[in-house]
């Protein structure tokens, strides 16, 4: 996650490149560094870099990384000939390196050969199994063709040898959720919150899934999730604080209030509802009116 002073920095350095004031390779370092996607800045600083010899050679064995750096910010602004031209470089240096190959894959991709990039994606893999990178280009191609299911075939066989990885298992969620799988969606999200505890996005995401779900025993749960993401952010999340009325409201249906395990159920509406409307009265006085409207059609005493 980029800082403020490192995005100031970067800022600062933008626009004294773009006035002319020199500093060119130093913006571009910190692009890297700091994984930031500036594709038009890159490409137009990286070019005026490599179009020069005398800047170019100053680089010494950097000026490989800067080619990959400008090759992809090519492709990303669809300036395929300057991208190729880089790769076509790169492959000459380095005539048997699977890192030239995975670009050479990426150009495929960017030109919308399918075809020709998935082959290239399963020669790299076959040379090496456990390339990460290629794995989730793949993920990538199927999505770009929205081909979803495509997308959640090779995630799940990615999770298989990867399963720590979080990000991972977030995108097979939010696929799941965007195609109303949401037991499997839910199944994603307890493995995040297992490996991540504290996280409370991950807690908020679950408990929207249990809500979508619905049942007694899902909209219990919810609610319990939907209260430790309140904890996880002390107290300052607004969208778990209106899924507790939810859950409330839903689970009032369903029991009647005869259910003893809900006794401690008023409580966390008065907390809840007082909490939502302390915010309104502090951001958003105007919308009061209309949060009692909302507690009252959800027959939730405020």
């Given at each position: ?249 839903a689970i009032a249906q369903f029991s009647k209030g005869r259910n003893k395990e809900d006794k401690d159920c008023p409580d966390l509406q008065s907390l809840a509802t007082a909490a939502l409307e302390k915010e309104y009265k502090q951001r958003a006085s105007g919308k009061l009116t209309v949060l009692t409207s909302a507690f009252k059609s959800l027959k939730v005493s405020s």
């Amino acid at each position: 996650m980029v800082t403020k002073s490192e995005e100031t920095e970067l800022n600062r350095l933008e626009s004294q490149v773009d006035n002319g004031g020199g500093g060119a390779w130093e913006y571009l370092c910190l692009v890297r560094k700091l994984k930031v996607r500036r594709s038009d800045k890159v490409l137009k600083h990286g070019l005026s870099i490599l179009n020069d010899s005398k800047k170019r050679s100053s680089l010494g064995s950097e000026e490989w990384t800067l080619y990959e750096e400008v090759a992809i910010a090519a492709m990303d602004c669809q300036s395929l000939e300057v991208a190729k031209d880089c790769v076509n470089v790169l492959r000459k240096k380095f005539p048997e390196s699977k890192r030239v190959g995975r670009l050479e894959a990426l150009l495929l991709e960017a030109k919308g050969s399918w075809g020709e990039a998935e082959k290239a994606y399963s020669s790299l893999l076959e040379d090496n199994p456990f390339d990460q990178v290629v794995h989730k280009r793949r993920v990538a191609l199927a999505k770009a063709q929205g081909n979803l299911s495509g997308a959640i075939e090779w995630l799940n066989k990615y999770l298989e040898t990867f399963m720590a990885d979080h990000d991972a298992w977030r995108e097979l969620a939010e696929i799941y959720v965007s195609l109303q799988m949401y037991k499997q969606a839910a199944f994603c999200y307890e493995e995040l919150i297992l490996s991540q505890p504290t996280v409370p996005l991950f807690h908020l995401a679950y408990a929207d899934v249990l809500y979508t779900l619905g049942g007694l025993e899902n909209l219990q749960t919810a609610r319990k999730y939907y209260s430790s993401t309140i904890d996880l952010t002390g107290g300052k999340n607004t969208r778990a604080l209106f899924g507790i009325c939810l859950c409330m409201s839903a689970i009032a249906q369903f029991s009647k209030g005869r259910n003893k395990e809900d006794k401690d159920c008023p409580d966390l509406q008065s907390l809840a509802t007082a909490a939502l409307e302390k915010e309104y009265k502090q951001r958003a006085s105007g919308k009061l009116t209309v949060l009692t409207s909302a507690f009252k059609s959800l027959k939730v005493s405020s």
